[in-house]
T-cell receptor, first 113, second 114 residues
Framework: GENVEQHPSTLSVQEGDSAVIKCTYS??????FPWYKQELGKRPQLIID?????GEKKDQRIAVTLNKTAKHFSLHITETQPEDSAVYFC????????????FGSGTQLTVLP | DTGVSQDPRHKITKRGQNVTFRCDPI?????LYWYRQTLGQGPEFLTY????????KSRLLSDRFSAERPKGSFSTLEIQRTEQGDSAMYLC????????????FGDGTRLSIL
């Protein structure tokens, strides 16, 4: 089955700096890669996603890049703000199932004011 | 609020009891998913419905777990003879049909087994 590894597990940055979170996946047939933000005690919220026919996608301060050859994808947050502090999860759909998502273990991002 | 709603938010029960959770998806979404999340981990897929049909089940879903979506709208997840290891957050998500679509999560039901 699919295996998704996420690094780092914790990340602290100064307000205004950039943050990068990286994920690798095992199955080359995976073709959908969403990112979720989860604040303490709240639901995971989809913040951006990318499909395998695209190498990069941006939405304001958030961008995701995908390298299909290396089987890794990254989340980039620029001009970080304290409200960006949360746990971020990457995910990939399981080969053979467009619907099952396999999640990484999460990155606790702390933006220091 | 037209998001995914789950009930109850918290459930505390004794080991061996049965529990049932409910999920109401976003109204126009025909796909519904159940995930389980333990502390410090990402959600783990349990099962998936397209309309009323349960199309995929994880090996995590033991015989004690059963899920239904009888009319293709709300869904229930039942756990029979609960065990300590069942303590987790149970998350429901929904999405539109057609290929890989964004899944939108509810707030979850936190289950604690005494």
């Amino acid at each position: 089955g699919e295996n998704v590894e996420q690094h780092p597990s914790t990340l602290s940055v100064q307000e205004g700096d950039s943050a990068v979170i990286k994920c690798t996946y095992s199955d080359s047939a995976s073709n959908y890669f969403p990112w979720y933000k989860q604040e303490l005690g709240k639901r995971p919220q989809l913040i951006i996603d990318i499909r395998s026919n695209v190498g990069e996608k941006k939405d304001q301060r958030i961008a995701v890049t995908l390298n299909k050859t290396a089987k890794h994808f990254s989340l980039h947050i620029t001009e970080t703000q304290p409200e960006d502090s949360a746990v971020y999860f990457c995910a990939a759909n399981r080969a053979g199932s467009a619907r099952q998502l396999t999640f990484g273990s999460g990155t606790q991002l702390t933006v220091l004011p | 609020d037209t998001g995914v709603s789950q009930d109850p938010r918290h459930k505390i029960t004794k080991r061996g009891q049965n529990v049932t959770f409910r999920c109401d998806p976003i109204s126009e979404h025909n796909r519904l998913y159940w995930y389980r999340q333990t502390l410090g981990q990402g959600p783990e897929f349990l099962t998936y419905f397209q309309n009323e049909a349960q199309l995929e089940k994880s090996r995590l879903l033991s015989d004690r777990f059963s899920a239904e979506r009888p009319k293709g709208s709300f869904s229930t997840l039942e756990i029979q003879r609960t065990e300590q290891g069942d303590s987790a957050m149970y998350l429901c998500a929904s999405s539109p049909g057609g290929g890989s679509q964004p899944q939108h999560f509810g707030d979850g039901t936190r289950l604690s087994i005494l």
